[in-house]
């Protein structure tokens, strides 16, 4: 059972455009969301990361947006870049427990 | 070190046979966590050590797998009998504290296994 769904699977997007990303969950319990970006042949890296206390957190061209009552939460990259071409992988984890529920991938191509 | 060291990077090996693969956490960390990666799919747990102990195995598949953190430092996932379906990223993780709900993970490269 996928605690975290993603979607899409795959993106293509212009150089200079938003990317989005979507991502759902059940266990209302989650109480961390951190989103993580993989380059091939290296392990996932942290982005940028969001507790459920707040509906919006911004990093540079990273914003990830959360809807508690939706149990939802995205992440938008402003002026995508070639460099942002990545699997992009949401997660999330609750207090005490011992590792993250990670989503099945977004792979973002950005086209210059 | 300066990041998590998985060693080997690539490893391939026989249809039954036994393979271990070494994590090296960044100095100081005392949480370490395994995952497995299958192609196009996210990373799942599968152990977690604070210090020596294995305080939560859960996430091994079966008993063919079985890890080890003897000195609270490096780690090995060891991997007896091997089949096909346990080719993945095996990736490593570590953190200063454990990661619950706040702290982050230091991922490694990871070791591609391939089951032949």
């Known amino acids: 059972q996928q605690q975290v769904k993603q979607s899409p699977q795959s993106l293509i997007v212009q150089k200079g455009g938003i990317s989005i990303i979507n991502c759902a969950y059940e266990n209302t319990a989650f109480d961390y969301f951190p989103w993580y970006q993989q380059f091939p042949g290296k392990g996932p890296a942290l982005l940028i990361a969001?507790?459920?206390?707040?509906s919006e957190k911004k990093e540079g061209r990273f914003t990830i947006s959360f809807n508690k009552s939706a149990k939802q939460f995205s992440l938008h990259i402003m002026d995508s870049q070639p460099g942002d071409s990545a699997t992009y992988f949401c997660a999330a984890s609750l207090t005490g427990a011992n590792n993250l529920f990670f989503g099945t991938g977004t792979r973002l191509t950005v086209i210059p | 070190g300066a990041g998590v060291s998985q060693t080997p990077s690539n490893k391939v090996t026989e249809k039954g046979k036994y393979v271990e693969l070494r994590c090296d956490p960044i100095?100081?960390?005392?949480?370490l966590y395994w995952y497995r990666q299958s192609l196009g799919q996210g990373p799942e747990f599968l152990i977690y050590?604070?210090?020596?102990?294995?305080?939560?195995d859960s996430g091994l598949p079966n008993d063919r797998f079985f890890a080890v953190r003897p000195e609270g430092s490096v780690s090995t996932l060891k991997i007896q009998r091997t089949e096909r379906g346990d080719s993945a990223m095996y990736l490593c993780?570590?953190?200063?504290?454990?990661?619950?709900?706040?702290?982050?993970?230091?991922f490694g490269s990871g070791t591609r296994l391939t089951v032949v």
């Open positions: 969001i507790r459920p206390d707040v």
């Open positions: 100095s100081g960390h005392t949480a």
């Open positions: 050590f604070q210090g020596t102990g294995a305080a939560d």
């Open positions: 993780a570590s953190s200063l504290a454990p990661a619950t709900g706040g702290n982050s993970y230091t």
